[in-house]
Nanobody
């Protein structure tokens, strides 16, 4: 089983910055991708950013140029640097990690963190 621990959420004024982090622990063979999602009240969960082990990054259009996803492979940690935050960025942010428990292609896992609240308000 893979456990994810998130941190870094909080209250920030519009235009401010926050950095989220998420560390994966447990017994597994490899991680292939790490991502951040968010869910605002009354809305569906949406993808924010993703990074693969190869370093490829994808961002939602709404955060391009403001958010940066990065990872520390040795520490199995993914970060989300959020700059120029807007009130519409307010949501619970979830970390998602995908990989394999073993070398078998049937051992795929997809784990979620518990979520961390980000509130952007003056």
């Amino acid at each position: 089983q893979v456990q994810l621990v998130e941190s870094g959420g909080g209250l920030v004024q519009p235009g401010g910055s926050l950095r989220l982090s998420c560390t994966a622990s447990g017994t597994f063979f490899t991680i292939i991708a790490m991502a951040w999602y968010r869910q605002a009240p009354g809305k569906e969960r949406e993808s924010v950013a993703l990074i693969t082990t190869g370093g490829n990054r994808n961002y939602a259009d709404s955060v391009k140029g403001r958010f940066t996803i990065s990872r520390d492979g040795a520490q199995n940690t993914v970060y989300l640097q959020m700059n120029s935050l807007k009130p519409e960025d307010t949501a619970v942010y979830y970390c998602n990690v995908g990989g394999y428990y073993t070398t078998s292609t049937y051992s795929r896992f997809d784990s979620w963190g518990q979520g961390t609240q980000v509130t952007v308000s003056s």
